[in-house]
């Protein structure tokens, strides 16, 4: 089966670094991808990494380690609008749809 | 260029009836992928089309059903209403159906059944 596991909540303030962690246990890997959903709103893609290391894309950078099945997301200088629900998520089976984690919820605090 | 969308926003439906939501992809998209998200179970895979095609199925009743036409446009029915359907249905569309490169997501379907 496929399963990818992140915490359920993160707060951090304002202006603050903060990383939010994903294991993950999928047939076939290909890579991992992040969404970031603001409350009503539609998913929206930040990254996917196909490869180890780290992709940087602005404030957003996002890890992978295959060896270790663990990615993570690292938001830096937290603004108020990034608080929203925040998933990982990994193309599997052979049409490589997506399996998504159970979402982590991220409240930036002034 | 326009983005993905769905109709209708919002839906309430009483037990036991049925009821289509409508998925427009990105031009030149071609696979549509549905799924339902609900606080307990977050986001789940329903189906999949590609150029028409039923490409992947997710593990849900068969009450659950889709279709799409040769414009890419996308319809998902479900039939036989239950209040645990109650649920974001959101579709999402790709050039390929390769989930790496990022799917791009409607605003998503909000249905209540009472």
């Known amino acids: 089966g496929q399963s990818l596991e992140q915490p359920s909540e993160v707060t951090a303030v304002e202006g603050a670094i903060v990383q939010i962690n994903c294991t993950y246990q999928?047939?076939?890997?290909?890579?991992l991808s992040w969404y970031q959903q603001h409350d009503g709103g539609a998913p929206t893609f930040l990254s996917y990494?196909?490869?180890?290391g780290l992709e940087e894309t602005g404030r957003f950078s996002s890890f992978l380690s295959r060896s270790d099945s663990y990615g993570y997301l690292l938001l830096q200088e937290l603004q108020m609008k990034d608080s929203a629900s925040y998933f990982c998520?990994?193309?599997?089976?052979?049409?490589?749809?997506?399996?998504f984690g159970s979402g982590t919820q991220l409240t930036v605090l002034p | 260029k326009a983005g993905v969308t769905q109709t209708p926003r919002y839906l309430i439906k009483t037990r036991g009836q049925q009821v289509t939501l409508s998925c427009s992809p990105i031009?030149?998209?071609?696979?549509v992928s549905w799924y339902q998200q609900t606080p307990g179970q977050g986001l789940q895979f329903l189906f999949e089309?590609?150029?028409?095609?039923?490409?992947n199925k997710g593990n849900f009743p068969g009450r659950f059903s889709g279709r799409q036409f040769s414009n890419s446009r996308s319809e998902m029915n479900v039939s036989t209403l239950e209040l645990g359907d109650s649920a974001l249905y959101l579709c999402?569309?790709?050039?390929?159906?390769?989930?790496?490169?990022?799917?791009?997501f409607g605003s998503g379907t909000r249905l209540t059944v009472v």
């Open positions: 999402a569309s790709s050039l390929e159906g390769d989930g790496e490169y990022g799917y791009t």
């Open positions: 999928t047939s076939g890997f290909y890579g």
């Open positions: 990494n196909a490869l180890d």
């Open positions: 998520a990994a193309p599997t089976g052979s049409a490589r749809q997506l399996t």
């Open positions: 031009s030149g998209h071609r696979s």
């Open positions: 089309y590609f150029s028409e095609t039923q490409r």
